[in-house]
């Protein structure tokens, strides 16, 4: 039996919207810059270019080149206009993808190819520093690859070189580095890594996914910013979303590489299937024309000059941010970011306390651990609302002066960040249950009864990873919506 069926009869489009409409208010309010991640707004311009872009080609079809002409010439252009901005050597060669998850897949992917083919390497091996995006875990995890972390540096954050030679075998066939990694906005030594990945003839990723535009726009704008492209000769690809700091639509990243050579380990084709040859240049087959197109129309569209004047107020409001958080007892910033990534922690108060306080005035917080920190990307918009949010961080650390640097463990926290995603219904359910069996005061009881509530109807015994899975099989099943007036709103309450 399904839970939610099909309707029997149709509706007509204006319902449709509007129950879509309805469901949406629930969601961030990016649109009013409440939101440090996740999406990133530009000019109203840009969003109607997008808009138009996306709905021409809404149903095109990027896998078939010779179908679609068009996506074809976009995405080469595409490829090379965002080439443009890493000191491309004149072999520069890529692809779009659907993200960055995508971009890194495939450079993984070509990277053990590479070197199945050219070194003879059968159990292959990748090292990367523990701040790297989860995305090379999972390439490594899909593709059956070793992979091995390094530590960062304390204070810089930045990856130790060192550590990544002693970790070189003959297995080894990449080394990866950020330009910027997410957790702290903070460039890896590239120039170190590319070197040492040269010398032993292996390929070295840059992963500059969130901060590959934004630090080349710096440093068109004269700030200093270290080397982390192409003019390092050991860098061998360099993956970069268009979907950030492009401000182009959901769904556009691009994977560049030194050359060809190197790319067509990214390529599959199979030529003996009944239904005629099959290639395919990435992970996906039917490749979607809207996000191909929407990209080309907004680099078209902001040019140079855009993307500067973007890049100018996002330094604004980076240094604005990076200034007042500096001032204020009883937050520090967790490192001296490279790019608009700024991440600040508490020695005196529980910073998820504060983080929780923020959420309760509609700001859509990101939380980080080792160390524990509220994560921010700043982007232009938010130079608006620097007064708001400062105002509203210092009445949230005033609410949270009782608490202290949280001992809770790990797992609890995690299983709390994991209750902010609970669908609505079964939320209020395990909750009420939980606190009626409880003595929380009423002021604990909306924070942390959730979160126990979880607990109590979690399967998963094992480790944390489980645990987690557990927890989003549990997200990723249907439950019923809350019609009801009210209902709705104590339900927002549990889940900030
Ligand atoms: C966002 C991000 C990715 C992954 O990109 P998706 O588009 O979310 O798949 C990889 N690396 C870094 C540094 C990122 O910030």
């Known amino acids: 039996m399904s839970h939610y069926p099909l309707p029997k009869t149709s509706k007509?489009?204006?319902?449709?919207?509007?129950?879509?409409?309805?469901?949406k208010e629930k969601d961030v309010k990016h649109q009013d810059s409440k939101a440090f991640c996740l999406v990133f707004n530009s000019t109203p311009e840009v969003k109607k270019i997008m808009t138009e872009a996306t709905s021409l080609f809404l149903s095109d079809n990027g896998l078939n080149p010779t179908?679609?002409?068009?996506?074809?010439?976009?995405?080469?252009?595409v490829v090379q206009m965002t080439a443009s901005f890493f000191n491309p050597p004149k072999t520069i060669t890529g692809s779009m993808t659907s993200g960055g998850t995508e971009s890194i897949l495939m450079a993984v992917k070509a990277a053990r190819e590479w070197a199945h083919k050219v070194k003879g390497i059968k159990k292959p091996e990748l090292i990367m520093p523990i701040t790297a995006h989860p995305a090379f875990n999972k390439a490594c995890h899909y593709f059956g690859i070793k992979l091995k972390?390094?530590?960062?540096d304390p204070v810089t954050f930045k990856a130790n070189v060192q550590e990544m030679k002693k970790k070189i075998t003959k297995n080894t066939i990449m080394l990866v580095g950020s330009a910027a990694n997410y957790t702290q906005g903070i460039v890896d030594p590239i120039e170190e890594i590319a070197e040492l990945a040269q010398e032993k003839n292996i390929l070295c990723h840059v992963d500059a996914c969130i901060g590959?535009?934004?630090?080349?726009?710096?440093r068109k704008l004269g700030h200093s910013i270290p080397r982390f492209d192409f003019e390092i000769e050991g860098v061998t690809s360099l993956s970069v979303d268009l979907h950030k700091y492009g401000y182009c639509a959901k769904g556009a990243s691009v994977v560049l590489y030194r050359d060809n050579e190197l790319r067509k380990h990214q390529f599959y084709a199979t030529t003996n299937w009944p239904g005629g040859i099959y290639i395919s240049p990435s992970f996906m087959g039917t490749r979607p024309g809207g996000p191909i197109a929407a990209a080309w129309a907004v680099m078209q569209h902001l040019g140079e000059e855009g993307y500067l004047k973007l890049a100018k107020k996002t330094k604004e409001a980076t240094d604005e941010f990076v200034k007042r958080i500096k001032e204020i007892k009883g937050v520090y910033l967790i490192a001296n970011p490279d790019m608009s990534i700024v991440s600040f922690g508490s020695k005196k108060y529980d910073i998820f306390a504060i983080a929780d306080e923020l959420s309760f005035k509609g700001w859509y917080m990101d939380r980080q651990q080792d160390p524990e920190s509220i994560h921010l990307t700043i982007m232009p918009n938010h130079l608006n609302v620097v007064d708001d949010f400062f105002k509203d961080l210092n009445s949230a650390i005033e609410k949270s002066k009782h608490t202290k640097p949280n001992k809770d463990k790990l797992m609890n926290r995690i299983t709390k960040s994991f209750v902010k995603m609970m669908p609505n219904a079964l939320l209020s359910k395990l909750a009420k249950k939980e606190t009626e069996k409880m003595n929380f005061n009423s002021n604990d009881k909306q924070r942390m009864a959730p979160m126990y509530g979880m607990m109590g109807t979690l399967t998963g015994k094992g480790t944390l990873?489980?645990?987690?899975?557990?927890?989003?099989?549990?997200?990723?099943?249907?439950?019923p919506r809350l019609e009801r007036e009210g209902e709705s709103e104590k339900n927002d309450q549990l889940l900030n």
């Not at 489009?13 to 409409?21: F, H, L, R, S």
């Not at 972390?149 to 960062?152: F, I, M, R």
């Not at 590959?212 to 710096?218: E, N, P, V």
């Open 149 to 152: 972390t390094v530590s960062v």
């Open 12 to 23: 007509n489009a204006d319902e449709v919207i509007g129950t879509m409409k309805y469901l």
């Open 212 to 218: 590959g535009l934004i630090l080349s726009l710096w």
């Open 67 to 77: 179908a679609f002409p068009s996506l074809k010439q976009f995405e080469n252009e």
């Open 465 to 479: 990873d489980e645990i987690c899975i557990d927890v989003m099989d549990k997200i990723f099943t249907y439950s």
